[in-house]
DNA sequence: TCAAAAGTGTTTGACCTACACCCATGG
DNA sequence: CCATGGGTGTAGGTCAAACACTTTTGA
């Protein structure tokens, strides 16, 4: 169970270089021409990180979304996130880890990647509020401590998981949160296709084929055929079996590994 | 995508973060309702946007950079950028187009689009200073007008172009600049092979096919075939002859206009 | 032996590449 | 005429979709 760690992917549209980059720290730095005006001629917004949840439960792509109890959009439903403590130094992909364990208890078996930031001047009615938006792709495995973790909520709020679709008309939402949620679809989409995200909506970190054709079929909302599935997956991906074996009617599934990319796209 | 595995992740690294500051009576509440603490609690950030300006010129594809005056990072370039005005409610699109036009002179024939949000607590070392990254592609027809407006510049600034390249060793870059334009490159890339925005890249609005094809060949860094690339253009966008022709040695190139887009990628 | 899992083989069509070759047009 | 622009045809390769079929395995 321990094994998964915690990805923080790069940017979202379509990449196909890797770079692997080293933790830009060395140097430190501003910007243009701040010297000349005082970073303290400007006001300052509020910043904070939201996190679009996602989840494979029962065989569909739902996010965790909270109900607000209070003004504005008291009774809405909204995207989990918080403040960035500038106190503390952290960075964005600290803040939205942080808030993500805050909400959901989770710290491993997570994928989280930079979505896009919104900030326009009136989508918070009380202040001047940026939110940089991130998603999380969390594996089946741990939703139970999730659930159980609002259960216990601390201040007993409110959450719930909806489906991910383009029709977001059910729940109504708060601030431009439809909005991210749509992006947040259409960024699934497109990277499913080419880079290996499924392998984090999995039920576990070992799985079946079955298990996970189901992830690119309910993200791509079309059937595949099993076989060249397979084929085009082992020609993308190393893909390991344990050697363990799941029982049922006919013959065992066997258990599977992600072990790595074979093939850039 | 394993490249960028964990950057917000060990938990090792995560340590360091001074998560026990536990305060509990207000601490918590912030998590994903605003109303409770007034967002007054928490330290603000500076906000600013920096725009990448991309051009073809000579035959390269070209980025604007600033030299900085002052400290720190004085004597080395910087993307030019400036803070986002909380007072004038301006969403994020709208600040990085005055401060676009305010660089460039440039309003019209832009294409602009936000890139990534660069948040590390000590990119600036004066003060907490989160940017919004865009980047502008603009056409050579206007090029004329920024390097003009780049030499009556209001607070002389030096600006000059420089190559966009992976190895961007040559010019001393400020902040996290280099970072920035690296993600820029591998957007463009990317980005090319599925959306029109070459076009914006052209010498102008009208085109000849050889110009198109050239934008191309620069932006992936290899030749193309001229039969096959206006096969495939005209396969998927509306590329019309406005009638006009350019005279040369052979037949004249017939001048082009984008008009559309055919088929989906 | 059964039923499901897993894998093989093959056909079809789409599309990309490269190259050969055509016609058009203005100097 | 020629040089260049603009376009067609096509052969070879890769790849994906679809379908038929075989083999494996535990109950």
């Known amino acids: 169970m321990g094994q998964k760690k915690i990805k923080c992917g790069s940017s979202g549209e379509r990449q196909k270089i890797p770079m692997s980059k080293k933790k ?34 029962d065989g569909v792509l739902q996010i965790l979304l909270i109900k607000r109890k209070h003004p504005p959009f008291r009774g809405c439903w909204a995207i989990p996130g918080g403040f960035v403590d500038i106190d503390k130094e952290e960075t964005l992909d600290e803040a939205a880890f942080r808030e993500l364990k805050e909400e959901t208890g989770l710290d491993e078996g997570v994928y989280l990647e930079q979505l896009k930031t919104y900030g326009d001047p009136h989508r918070d009615p009380r202040t001047r509020i940026i939110t940089v938006a991130y998603y999380a792709l969390i594996a089946q495995e741990f939703l139970s401590e999730v659930t159980k973790k609002l259960k216990a909520g601390d201040d007993a709020k409110e959450a719930a998981w909806f489906p991910l679709e383009i029709r977001l008309e059910k729940p109504k939402l708060a601030f431009d949160h439809k909005k991210i949620l749509s992006d947040t679809l259409i960024r ?14 999995l039920p576990k970190v070992t799985f079946t084929w079955a298990e996970l054709q189901s992830v690119y079929e309910i993200i791509l909302g079309r059937k595949l055929l099993a076989s060249n599935f397979r084929r085009k997956m082992q020609s993308i991906y190393m893909i390991t079996p344990t050697g363990e074996k799941k029982n049922g009617f006919g013959r065992p599934k066997s258990l599977l590994e992600w072990t790595g990319i074979k093939k850039n796209l």
Chains 1, 2 share one sequence.
């Open 188 to 201: 699934l989409r497109g990277k499913i296709e080419y880079a290996p995200i499924a392998f984090s909506l």
């Open 24 to 57: 830009t720290g060395e140097g430190h730095l501003l910007k243009d021409d701040l010297s000349n005006y005082s970073a303290e001629k400007y006001k300052r917004p509020s910043l904070t990180v939201d996190i679009v949840i996602c989840a494979i439960i």
